[in-house]
């Protein structure tokens, strides 16, 4: 167990619908990272936050959006649905943010299976 | 821009026999490198990070600047290494982990 937590473990929903995935991270992490895995395209940075701010974006679509909370939980929305973004969401967490030192080290959730149909 | 390479999708291997997943990345900075593990549609686990030096499960790894590459290692692979690895490059600029498109290892009796 990592101690990142993630819900809803699998959820299947329908184009055009819009749907909420939340990720609490490892107690005392105040980074929190959302990642994408497709089939198709792989493991895919999409966006960071470092204690409740935006602090890098990767290949997020404009119909995806993320926030982090004052609590450090983080919830990443999914809009307007294709089939296309069924794939498994990962959230990861760490000390710090990435580079900001030497051996911080980036834990990984179960994921969230999303599948739209 | 920075890149990982994992040039092998699929790798199989018998039981005992040696095993190298390999990985190369292009970074202009001094880079950090890990080895990610994902069993069957999971969580990634953290293998080995470079800078650690660490054995892990009997697998290592070595950073070649020269090579620009962090190959995975094991002697004698077993059956329950099976796993996809994803090698990943830590970006200081972008703050993110860079990943590498991933090798599943098979390990056949």
């Known amino acids: 167990d990592s101690g990142v937590t993630q819900t809803p473990k699998h959820l299947i929903t329908a184009t055009g619908q819009r749907v909420t995935l939340r990720c609490s991270p490892r107690s005392g992490d105040l980074s929190v990272y959302w990642y994408q895995q497709s089939l198709d395209q792989g493991l895919q940075f999409l966006i960071q936050y470092y204690n409740g701010e935006e602090r890098a974006k990767g290949n997020i679509l404009e119909r995806f959006s993320a926030q982090q909370f004052p609590d450090l939980h983080s919830e990443l929305n999914l809009s307007s649905l294709e089939l296309g973004d069924s794939a498994l969401y990962f959230c990861a967490s760490s000390v710090a943010g990435a580079g900001q030192f030497s051996g911080n080290t980036i834990y990984f959730g179960e994921g969230s299976w999303l599948t739209v149909v | 821009a920075q890149r990982v390479t994992q040039p092998e999708k699929l790798l199989s291997v018998f039981k005992g026999a040696p095993v190298e997943l390999k990985c190369n990345y292009s970074?202009?900075?001094?880079?950090?490198l890990f080895w990610y593990v994902q069993y069957s549609r999971q969580r990634l686990q953290l293998l080995l990070r470079h800078i650690s030096r660490e054995s892990i499960k009997g697998f290592t790894a070595d950073l070649n600047k020269g090579e620009t590459s962090f190959h995975l290692k094991k002697p004698f692979a077993q059956e329950e290494d099976s796993a996809m690895y994803y090698c990943a490059l830590m970006d200081m600029g972008r703050r993110a982990l860079t990943f590498g498109s991933g090798t599943r290892l098979q390990v056949q009796p």
């Open positions: 970074y202009s900075g001094s880079p950090e």
